[in-house]
Structure formats: structure tokens, C-alpha cells
DNA sequence: GGTTAATAGTGATAAATATCACAGTTTTTA
DNA sequence: TAAAAACTGTGATATTTATCACTATTAACC
């Protein structure tokens, strides 16, 4: 609780009785490597921030092939964000990569955390502007970038990421084949 | 005003007093096709509300060269959030492709709002979560589909927005160049 | 500890897409 | 309304990337 105590007053002060009613919402879960936290199909009844270890948020398409939509770590919010807001199927699943915990929230309680302390509002706001720039930026690395520049650019970016993950899932996040990244990668 | 108070009451009801409040905070402007709303490096003190015409949002590369984020007509919102938020220089421009009203909001307004009628908050936590999805509806469709798929989708989702820009401005929002989406066009 | 599954590299080839060059058309603007 | 600018289509060619096939290596699991 304490990490996410400090992941908020990044973005806003609470008092000691705000963020103590805050806290009672949320609710601590383990997963293990490969357990998936939801799956597509499945309905989403909570918003997970994760406190520590990774996961994916992956889309799978009509021949089973599985897209990467992010990858999330320490102090990242994830769900599959349309169908935990208005309580539907989900599209996507979160798939963890290693053993992770999380703080679960359910939309009831994010409706309480709204209600009794106004100031949450504007933090998830500035959450949720946060992951819509980032969005942007990925969008804009497919207009503008090859495959090679959104490979040394996601290095730059992420460099602890890349000693993390496999570089099947790293292509497949960044929207190549396994075998063009594995070329990619030896010409440097 | 009366589009603005019916397109917030798709979410969120307002009291007549409410609205009056909201509505104060916001001024109309109006641009003329291929005028700039802003541009790159200048600061970004609004946030808009398309009233009517059309815009897009570009990033303009090392090379010149524009990328399209997105396209935005009645209706939507748009503004570089990450420099308006933060009070910092555009990293994107804002580009009238036809005559257009808006309603802008200054960062001042816009808190104003939060704390003179929670409920905006809300409402603005919902349209900011619509963006995020949206846009990873888009990096979806760069990781599923080859440039076919991609103006299949288009035309299926933006049907009425095809009839109003250039095949260069589609080719470019689609990520493809614009004799490739010349030829695509023409086999079906 | 041995078997199975996942991961990674690489050659050969096919497919998708970009680039360059040019011509015809439409739209804008002075 | 004439000239300039922007838009569109299309051929020829080069480049990028995907796909298939195979091998080697590493990690996971009973």
C-alpha cells in the first residue's frame, strides 16, 4: 500500500484519513508466471495497479495469433479499459510474465474513491491522459518509423524492459516478424 | 453553446445553473480552412471543442514531412494534451482542413470546472478513457492488418469522413504511402 | 536428468510496399 | 480567367518485410 500511497501524491496530496479510505478499495493479488489475470471473453470487474512484475495486454485475432497492445510494470494501471468502464466482455486479456502483484480496484470502488475525495478524479485523469499520449506516440512510430527505428527506439525507451522479455513477444509488440527482428538485431 | 451542453449531457445531466457555469468558461473562434489553430513548438493555452469543419493533428518530422494523428469534427476534442496539460511548447500542430468553429477552453477554465461541478470531472475522465481506446483500436490495426485491411476499416468506420479529405491525407493517416493507396483503392 | 517446449538464428524465396518518374485532372488563387 | 498548385493514377524498379524450412540452443517440467 505504501508504494501506491507514493505513486499518487506524485500527482496530488492526500491526508493521512483520505488516502486510509483510498487504500480500503483496493485489494492485494498474487499471479503467478503465465496465469492470466483476465481473459478475452471474461468480464473485467477490476482496474489493476501493479506493484510489482510484468505483464501483457494482448489482443487475439480471428487465426489466434496474439497482439501485443503493452507491456506493464511497476506502477502502471491496466485493464482492458472499455469493458472494466462499461462492464462488458473483455477484447483483450493481461497475461502476466513473470509472478506479479497487483492492487485490484473494482468500478464501485473507483466510484467511491470519486465520491469521497474529488482529488482522485483529477489523478486518474492525469492517468488516463498519460496513457493517451503514450498511445499517440506509439501510433506515431508506425507512421514514421521502419521496423529498425521502432526497435532502436523502443532500446532507447525501455532498455530495462529488453533484458525482460523474449524477442518473440518484442517483435510482436513491435509489429514484425520474429525473423526480420532477429535480422534487425544482428546489423548493429 | 446548445451543441456543447447536449454533447456533455450524453454523459453527465447539468443543472441549468450548472451549464451556465460551464458554458462561461468557454469562448467561440472561429478558423478558416488551412489556417493553424496552433503549430509546432508554440504554446497550447486551450483545449478545443469542434463545433463544426474539420481538423487534424499532425507531427511534423525532422524531414518535413506530416504524420496525421488523427482527424476531429463535430463533436470531438483535440488539443496536443501533453502541452496543454503541462503548459508546454506543441510537439504537434492543429490544422483546419475546412472552416471551423470551436469552443476553447484555457487549462484555468478547465479547472475552474472540475471544482465548481465535479461532475465535469467525470465527463472528462470519460472522454479522456474514449481517446486512449481509440487509440488503441488504431495501434491495433498497425499490428493486425497489411495497408488493405487498414482502408477497409476506414471506410467502413469513417465513411462519411472519406468524402471530405484527399487520398494524400488518408494515405498519410493510414500509414501507407500515396501511389500504394492509389493502388489498393482500385482493386475492388 | 532426460524429455518436451519455447526461443533464437539464418538461408531462400515470395509478397507487400516505397520510391521515382511522368502525365492528366481538378482546385486554388492571384 | 489564366497560371500555379495540389491531387490522382500508373508504370518500372528497388527496398523492406513476411513466410517457410531447418537447425541449434536454452529453459521448463515431470
Redesign the pocket.
Known sequence: MDVLRKHIEKVIVLTDEEFSFVSSCFTPQHFQ??EYIFRPQERVPFVYFIVSGLTMLVYIDDDGNEHILSFAMDDWWETDFGAFLHQRQATMGLHCLEDTVVLKLSLDGYQAICAHCPKMEHFFLAKANGGHIASQHRILSFLMA???MRYDWFLERYPSLVQRI??????SYL????????????QR
Chains 1, 2 share one sequence.
Open positions: 508466471r503465465k521502419d521496423a529498425k523474449s524477442k518473440t513477444l518484442l517483435a509489429g514484425v516478424s520474429r525473423e526480420t527482428l532477429s535480422r534487425l538485431s544482428r
